[in-house]
């Protein structure tokens, strides 16, 4: 990772600001980005190496188009976006809901992907997040599993038309807010999960995923499930 240019859109809080640390501590040069100039600033406090910020909204692809313009050439473009979205059980669904978390989460990380490709801006991956509600159902995520299940199916297709450029996704199971998160714990097992591993995941367990695929060459329509054996339960 030494030298390696790569930007985090969404790396402001959660998984991307815990791999911002992790990859800054590898020896790579780090761009975060994400709408909030207050969350920015916060968490390049956080990160002890120089990194360097930039606010931008993904959903809107003219900010989008212009951030590839400012970029210049980087290794690996990583999307951690997460948009605001209230669980809703299907016959309840209040359609707006849906849209603007689509909006946010499916065209952010597609804008992101064309505009990084048509601008040349990318010389060896993209990594894309999904979440483990694309693979099985929960009550109340029928929105969240939509979108999760169209990234990853973005993403298949993308390694195909885009190779030798890689294209890959982690899949996050359920991740603690902060450490010993006992009501989170306690809130995803009353929506009938089951982790065998009998804890939530942490932000720096998910970051490792990215970590992995960044470095792993041979990894191209990957989507990588990190969710302490959920989906096997
Ligand atoms: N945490 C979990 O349990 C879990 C489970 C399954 C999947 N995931 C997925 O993992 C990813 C990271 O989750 P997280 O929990 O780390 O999220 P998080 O802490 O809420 O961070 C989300 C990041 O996205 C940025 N963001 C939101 N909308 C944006 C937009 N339109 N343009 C640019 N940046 C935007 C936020 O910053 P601003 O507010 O400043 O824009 C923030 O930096 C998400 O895709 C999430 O759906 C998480």
């Not at 159902?137 to 990853?152: D, K, L, M, P």
């Not at 970590?211 to 054996?229: C, F, P, V, W």
Request: hydrophobic fraction near 40%; proline fraction near 3%; charged fraction near 20%.
């Amino acid at each position: 990772m030494k030298g390696k240019n790569i930007v985090i859109v969404g790396g402001s809080s959660g998984i991307g600001l815990a791999l911002a640390k992790k990859a800054t501590q590898a020896g790579a040069n780090v761009t975060i980005a994400s709408r909030s100039s207050a969350k920015l600033k916060l968490a390049s406090d956080e990160i002890e190496q120089p990194i360097t910020i930039y606010k931008l909204d993904a959903s809107i692809e003219e900010e989008v188009i212009g951030f590839f313009k400012e970029l210049g050439v980087i290794d690996h473009l990583i999307s951690t976006i997460k948009p605001t979205h209230i669980s809703q059980q299907f016959v309840d669904t209040e359609i707006c809901n849906h849209k603007s978390a689509f909006e946010a989460k499916y065209w952010g990380q597609y804008f992101l992907a064309l505009h990084a490709i048509r601008s040349n801006s990318v010389s060896e991956g993209i990594i894309l997040t999904s979440g483990i509600a694309a693979s099985r159902g929960y009550v109340g995520f029928s929105g969240t599993a939509a979108i999760n299940g169209a990234i990853e199916s973005l993403v298949k297709s993308l390694a195909v038309e885009l190779a030798p450029i890689r294209v890959n996704a982690v899949s996050p199971g359920f991740i603690e807010r902060f450490p010993n998160d006992l009501a989170r714990y306690s809130a995803i097992s009353d929506l009938g999960s089951n982790v065998p591993l009998r804890r939530l995941g942490s932000n720096l367990e998910a970051a490792e995923g990215y970590m992995y695929l960044m470095k792993n060459k041979y990894t191209t329509g990957s989507i990588l499930t990190i969710d302490g054996g959920e989906l096997c339960a």
